[in-house]
T-cell receptor
Framework: NAGVTQTPKFRILKIGQSMTLQCAQD?????MYWYRQDPGMGLKLIYYSVGAGITDKGEVPNGYNVSRSTTEDFPLRLELAAPSQTSVYFCASSYSSGGGYEQYFGPGTRLTVT | AQKVTQAQTEISVVEKEDVTLDCVYE???????LFWYKQPPSGELVFLIRRNSFDEQNEISGRYSWNFQKSTSSFNFTITASQVVDSAVYFCALISGGYQKVTFGTGTKLQVIP
């Protein structure tokens, strides 16, 4: 299994540009998440999904959108990129039941907005 | 609202010393889950341990041990005989509330000096 994969690994955007961060998992996990990690900080939840077609906001959703059309994929869309969105973005997935399952993380996407 | 506090921002120890990383959490839920993750300099997030709120037994895994105390809302992590490879940022995380919303602490950066 590849686990959780993310593309691209690095990206530089200009202010106002848009892009989609891709995330895929092959573990048949129902739950998927997007986090951002700012320098020297912990992870903050942007959006999460409990299954195909179901998404919900996390702690810092402004400026982002997500969709979940399949179990495997959970892309994150940045519209009108701003310097405040410079961060490392992590996608994660977990089993669905009980809330007690660990999250498996992708390798991250380092995004710089200038 | 839930909260995870890792008051130690950075810790430096000399190799072979023992070190304890503190984690204090807040939640109103009676059912919740606590986690520790390791983030080495390479950047990926590695799951270390999961604990549910009904299991206060301490756990030992090799040089790692965890002390969960509901009375003080703490879930501390001890590394015995630290090694240079233990140098990383360690995150404590909490899941509660019925959905898999995760709250991460801000992390403790551990530096083990040879």
């Amino acid at each position: 299994n590849a686990g959780v994969t993310q593309t691209p690994k690095f990206r530089i955007l200009k202010i106002g540009q848009s892009m989609t961060l891709q995330c895929a998992q092959d573990m048949n996990h129902n739950y998927m998440y997007w986090y951002r990690q700012d320098p020297g900080m912990g992870l903050k939840l942007i959006y999460y999904s409990v299954g195909a077609g179901i998404t919900d906001k996390g702690e810092v959703p402004n400026g982002y959108n997500v969709s979940r059309s399949t179990t495997e994929d959970f892309p994150l869309r940045l519209e009108l990129a701003a310097p405040s969105q410079t961060s490392v973005y992590f996608c994660a997935s977990s089993y669905s039941s009980g809330g007690g399952y660990e999250q498996y993380f992708g390798p991250g996407t380092r995004l710089t907005v200038t | 609202a839930q909260k995870v506090t890792q008051a130690q921002t950075e810790i430096s120890v000399v190799e072979k010393e023992d070190v304890t990383l503190d984690c204090v959490y807040e939640t109103r839920d009676t059912t919740y889950y606590l986690f520790w993750y390791k983030q080495p300099p390479s950047g990926e997030l590695v799951f270390l341990i999961r604990r549910n709120s009904f299991d206060e037994q301490n756990e030992i895994s090799g040089r790692y041990s965890w002390n969960f105390q509901k009375s003080t809302s703490s879930f501390n992590f001890t590394i015995t005989a630290s090694q240079v490879v233990d140098s990383a940022v360690y995150f404590c995380a909490l899941i509660s509330g019925g959905y898999q919303k995760v709250t991460f602490g801000t992390g403790t950066k551990l530096q083990v000096i040879p």
